[in-house]
């Protein structure tokens, strides 16, 4: 672990720095607010940010060093963007454009805001924990790479945050204890958007984290009110203070003199009272409200203990007041409130600025030039490192049964790829608790369970599943938390950037759970994350197992979400073929993850070799990787297009093969990627429309769909909502029969569901002459 240099910087420098960084945060918030350029209020958080400017300082300019990562309280930004402009590593045009189009972000983003490279933040709650994910990561790269310089994963997050359950989710995982190189800061107003939080209890949240085997730190009091405390009846503050209801201090902020004494000894104790007759007026308030969270002297040591502490994880829980310094401070309604024009004035002549200086940096020759000058810089601000490039090759040349399901096949290409060095060195596979139903069991037998140390295996060898956990082992399980699945493989996603070392994660879990992570899975693709989730089993097609287990509107998900392709593969070796692409293009200039929709349904894999024989496999592999290709050409007759995916083909090509009895001829479409189609599709459009000139095509559907076919109409069916494939009509302008899913499911059989959603061959056949009729 990093250690702290011993000496405690010069706090009246560190003091005097806090108050430039409480300055330019707040006059940022109000310049962007008072450029009057926008129809709509353009916000910001002065209030939150003045809450943090003492943790933030003591943190940046008293403890942290380069190689640490931090994530940023969402509603802090602005102080971050401070501390970066001080340092000299934001450009001080930056600090008028806050919320500007290109300007600095809301929210601390890494993709986004100029000085911003370890978190983005902003959900509440994800961005807090999104550090212990990243150590987590940290020592899974040390175990299989060597150890490497060592960082320190720190997160500030405001007490509200502890509200999310995913932070404990998070905290309470097996996967994430131990990790003694995590400081989590908490932000302690007591406030939150809409309130003063009543009885906040923060001792019952310091027990939960105590009980997940964390080391807790208060840093409860400031150095004025432990030094009264000492005093003669100074146990009858203490007392007096921490009775006190939260409402009831808060209120306390707002007054000062005469009056703050009478509201502050209403009900107060006869020595209570005595102690603090002898504190004059002027100083009364200063007293009460001196909180540890805005000593800086008092966070530092804090920050220290939680550094002495190894193999634990630690959380500050730091007593500060929103607004601190500002006229809005403890003010119930403060969180979006802006001071206004007066008060900056007002605010900017007591910091001894003018118009002329408002904006500038610390004297350079000064010694808090000097020290903002030596630390911090590098902080939070490397350059992301280029990914190595893979070479896989196109197919794992995995043997598949004749007839075989989509997951299945998945756990087999696995298996295979991981057959290379090269690439089992890379890969590493994460489950929420659903590692074997979603057949990772012949990866994990090969290439074993991750756990920093070594354990016993007490049931032998001779078991169908080897599961025991080492460091060597390249599979990481989870307990069952979405949220912690899509959280770990964002952080997986970004190793090469955090840790030097590229990882290839892939990530298994129930299909409709997917949506139970949704935020997680959305925040780690918004940080620009990397990685392959397999959302299996799928659809209505897991009959048996039930509604509760059914999923109908992850397609529309996974086409909707960038920085990930969904594909939904029904035969064995597209499956193959999009793995081995997937895998690939995590390490691609430009690439992206892949979301696999998979299903539990064995299929017969004869129609699909028919479709290679006829195209040949160099074509028919483009075709799947383009997103989709004709499985069956139809025979001559009227024609129809039935665009299908996933499990339900057999049916589909049943259907055709009825319908050409009938003389029509159907030409069935295997749509591997709707995703690909639309982006391709949609993406001619946006540039025709910009450039104003009709150019390119709809991409592969001018392969799909051939000339003769684009005045026939189309049968959609999909193991998904109807409308999740309904848009192939508008590409050519065809009529759109679509059948899917449009209720919750229950249990049954393939066909006793099939039946009740329309899949059936003899429905699809009837869907397509009503088409034909229409
Ligand atoms: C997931 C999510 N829900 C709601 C919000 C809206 N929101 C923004 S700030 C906030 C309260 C934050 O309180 P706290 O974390 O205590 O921060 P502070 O008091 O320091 O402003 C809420 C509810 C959000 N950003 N993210
Ligand atoms: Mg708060």
């Known amino acids: 672990m990093t250690t702290s240099p011993a000496p405690l910087p010069n706090i009246a420098v560190l003091e005097e720095i806090e108050r430039r960084i409480l300055w330019l945060a707040v006059r940022m918030v109000d310049y962007a607010n008072r450029r009057g350029d926008t129809e709509i209020k353009v916000g910001g958080h002065q209030a939150s940010s003045a809450s943090m400017a003492s943790i933030m300082t003591a943190l940046w300019f008293g403890h942290i060093g380069g190689d640490d990562k931090v994530a940023i309280k969402p509603h802090a930004s602005p102080v971050y963007h401070a501390i970066k402009y001080l340092t000299g590593e934001l450009d001080r045009s930056y600090l008028t454009r806050l919320r500007d189009f290109g300007g600095l972000q809301s929210y601390p983003s890494r993709t986004k805001d100029p000085d911003v490279a370890d978190f983005s933040t902003g959900s509440v709650g994800l961005g807090a924990v999104a550090p212990l994910f990243s150590a987590a990561a940290r020592r899974y790269v040390d175990a299989h790479y060597g150890t490497r310089p060592p960082s320190r994963f720190i997160s500030t997050v405001g007490d509200a945050e502890l509200d999310e359950g995913n932070v404990w989710e998070a905290i309470a995982d097996p996967a994430l204890q131990g990790l003694g190189n995590v400081m989590l800061i908490v932000d302690l107003n007591r406030q939150s958007l809409d309130r003063v939080v009543p009885g906040i209890q923060a001792q019952r949240l310091q027990r939960f984290f105590a009980e997940a085997g964390w080391h807790v730190v208060e840093v409860k009091y400031g150095g004025k009110l432990q030094a009264a405390f000492s005093r003669p009846g100074g146990d009858a503050l203490r007392r007096h203070i921490d009775d006190m209801p939260n409402e009831r201090y808060q209120s306390l902020f707002a007054v000062e003199g005469p009056e703050l004494r009478e509201r502050f000894l209403e009900d107060a104790t006869p020595v209570l009272r005595r102690h603090i007759a002898a504190i004059p007026d002027g100083e009364l308030g200063d007293l009460i409200r001196n909180l540890g969270g805005h000593d800086l002297a008092a966070l530092i040591d804090a920050y220290r203990a939680a550094d002495a502490v190894p193999n634990r994880p630690s959380v500050v829980f730091a007593y500060t007041v929103k607004g601190r310094g500002l006229p809005i401070a403890g003010d119930p309604m403060n969180h979006s409130a802006l001071l206004s024009p007066a008060q900056i004035d007002d605010l900017r002549a007591a910091m001894g600025f003018t118009a002329a200086t408002e904006w500038d940096r610390l004297d350079p020759d000064g010694e808090a030039g000097r020290l903002v000058a030596s630390v911090g810089a590098r902080i939070n601000n490397d350059p992301p490192a280029p990914r ?75 078991r169908l599943l080897r599961w025991i956990p080492g460091p060597g082992g390249r599979h990481i399980e989870l307990g069952i938390s979405e949220m912690n699945l899509f959280l770990l493989l964002g952080q997986l996603g970004l190793a090469h950037e955090h840790h030097g070392e590229m990882l290839l994660p892939v990530g298994t879990v129930y299909d409709p759970f997917v949506l139970r992570g949704l935020d997680a899975l959305i925040y780690s693709l918004y940080n620009d994350s990397r990685f392959i989730i397999a959302g299996t089993p799928s659809g209505v097609t897991l009959a048996p197992e039930g509604g509760a287990h059914q999923s109908s509107i992850t397609p529309s998900v996974g086409l909707e979400l960038p920085g990930i392709v969904a594909v939904e593969p029904a035969y064995a070796q597209t499956v193959d073929w999009l793995l081995s692409e997937a895998i690939g293009d995590l390490a691609e200039p430009g690439g992206a993850g892949r979301y696999l929709r998979l299903s539990t349904r064995p299929i017969a894999q004869s129609p699909f070799n028919a479709a290679l024989e006829r195209r040949g496999e160099e074509q028919l592999r483009a075709d799947v990787l383009a997103g989709g290709y004709r499985l069956r050409e139809p025979g001559g007759g009227e024609p129809v297009v039935l665009a299908a995916a996933g499990p339900v083909m057999p049916e589909v090509v049943a259907a055709a093969e009825m319908l050409a009895e009938e003389g029509v001829g159907a030409v069935v479409l295997d749509v591997t990627s709707q995703d690909r189609l639309f982006r391709q599709w949609h993406g001619g459009l946006r540039s025709a429309a910009r450039s104003a000139a009709v150019a390119g095509g709809p991409g592969h559907l001018a392969t799909l769909i051939e000339e003769g076919e684009r005045a026939a109409p189309i049968v959609t069916i999909h193991d998904a909502s109807p409308h999740s494939l309904a848009w192939l009509g508008s590409v050519f302008g065809q009529r759109v029969v679509p059948i899917g899913v449009d209720r919750f499911g229950e249990s049954g059989t393939i066909r006793d569901l099939y039946a009740a959603m329309g899949f059936l061959p003899e429905q699809i056949v009837n869907s397509a002459l009503v088409a034909l009729e229409l």
């Open 388 to 462: 190595p490039r893979l070479a896989l090759a196109p197919s794992s040349g995995a043997a598949q049964k004749p007839t075989t399901s989509t997951q299945e096949a998945f756990g087999r290409v696995l298996v295979e790829i991981g057959k290379r060095p090269a690439m089992a060195e890379r890969l590493v596979t994460v489950s929420p608790d659903v590692a074997v139903s979603t057949n990772l069991g012949g990866w994990i037998n090969a290439h074993g369970v991750f756990s920093p140390s070594e354990a016993v295996d007490y049931f032998g060898p001779d």
